[in-house]
């Protein structure tokens, strides 16, 4: 089964507003990974956050890991209609050694 | 930082044909790779565990004659889907092992489309 969740699975906002994703997980891990995928279009990746880290940045990207609670969340502040995409978190896991993918969710930037 | 170069990006076949992805890691010797498969609309489903130099692990209900995996070097894993149809259209993505460094980062490709007609 996947390892990840993520919730919302869909998410609508305003341009301008913040968007937060929360992405779940089941085992031990070594790090995890955000990524976006425009409708159609392959993913890119935005970050890496390893199990050592606690909170990271990149632009107008926010992503927070606790690995107490086998749970990281995804910040974009300052939406913009161009964000809207579906994010998926990617775990790599520790002892099998695999990495495996949340459902995702949907942001819709509005205008 | 590392890099994984999927190959095709994009690629059409007809029914019944076979066709073949490559997953390269670009600066890094990769001893692991993974390959994903994609429904529209849905998350990336892990299809099986490519080792260097020994035979592929595929996750349950993954069809092994299905798809063909060859990891021959440790650069280099190929996904062949075998007498393709159209149901096997989907979007396919790889993912290589960076043994080297802390917590033995994964790494992706951008994947490959495939469209069977």
């Known amino acids: 089964s996947q390892q990840g969740e993520e919730d919302p699975q869909a998410l609508s906002i305003q341009e301008g507003e913040n968007a937060t994703m929360n992405c779940s997980y089941k085992?031990?891990?070594?790090?995890l990974q955000w990524y976006r995928q425009n409708s159609g279009r392959g993913l890119v990746h935005l970050i890496l956050?390893?199990?050592?880290?606690r909170e990271k940045h990149s632009g107008r990207l926010r992503v927070t890991l606790d690995t107490s609670k086998k749970s990281s969340s995804l910040l974009i502040t300052a939406s913009r209609a161009a964000d809207t995409a579906s994010y998926f978190c990617?775990?790599?896991?520790?002892?099998?050694?695999?990495?495996?993918f949340g459902d995702g969710t949907t942001l819709t930037v509005k205008p | 930082g590392a890099v994984v170069s999927q190959h095709p990006s994009w690629v059409i076949c007809k029914s019944g044909t076979s066709v073949k992805i490559e997953c390269r890691s670009l600066?890094?010797?990769?001893?692991?790779m993974f390959w994903y498969r994609q429904f529209p609309k849905q998350s990336l489903m892990l299809m099986a565990t490519?080792?260097?130099?020994?035979?592929?692990?595929?996750e349950q209900g993954v069809e092994k004659d299905k798809f063909l995996i060859n990891h021959a070097s440790l650069t280099l894993s190929t996904l062949t889907v075998t007498s393709a149809h159209p149901e096997d259209s989907s979007f396919y993505i790889c993912?290589?092992?960076?043994?080297?460094?802390?917590?033995?980062?994964?790494?992706f490709g951008e994947g490959s489309w495939l469209t069977v007609v």
């Open positions: 993912s290589a092992r960076d043994p080297v460094g802390f917590g033995n980062t994964i790494y």
């Open positions: 956050i390893r199990s050592n880290e």
């Open positions: 600066d890094f010797q990769a001893t692991t």
């Open positions: 490519s080792n260097e130099g020994s035979k592929a692990t595929y």
């Open positions: 990617a775990t790599a896991q520790t002892n099998a050694g695999k990495s495996t």
């Open positions: 085992t031990s891990i070594n790090n």
